[in-house]
């Protein structure tokens, strides 16, 4: 069972799924489609996150164990790799994983893992409209 967060970083995460699929990089040119994933199984989790990217055509997912959801997120987002005789890729080869963890004992000082994913968002999406203003 799994469930979606929501993301309050000027607009709200529908719960429905076919939400997401009117995302697409289409929706313009400078956008950074992003989708999260909140997962009660911690071996489901980059499943999950993969087969989002896969079916949505989104630049990333942000995932977050239910468990853990307070201080570890991961980043996940294709990187566009495959295979150069035309097999199957690896996992490994077509998505690229980045966790982000609160250092021990921020949760308790009051420090929030929104913060850092906003920051985090800034940054890629600035770095996003810099690759795409390149080409």
């Not at 799924?17 to 990089?25: F, H």
């Not at 468990?67 to 077509?94: L, Q």
Request: glycine share 10%.
């Amino acid at each position: 069972m799994s469930s979606r967060s929501r993301c309050e970083l000027g607009a709200h995460e529908s719960s429905a799924s076919q939400m997401a699929g009117s995302l697409t990089p289409s929706s313009g040119a400078r956008s950074l489609a992003c989708t999260s994933q909140l997962e009660t199984d911690p071996d489901l989790l980059l499943p999950k996150a993969r087969g989002a990217l896969d079916k949505y055509g989104h630049q990333l997912v942000i995932g977050n164990d239910l468990h853990r959801r307070k201080y570890e997120v991961v980043f996940v987002e294709p990187t566009g790799g495959s295979s150069s005789e035309g097999e199957p890729s690896s996992a490994s080869d077509r998505y690229k994983e980045a966790w982000v963890r609160l250092p021990e004992g921020a949760v308790e000082r009051g420090v929030e893992i929104e913060e850092t994913i906003v920051r985090e968002l800034v940054g890629r999406h600035g770095r996003w409209i810099s690759d795409k203003d390149k080409r």
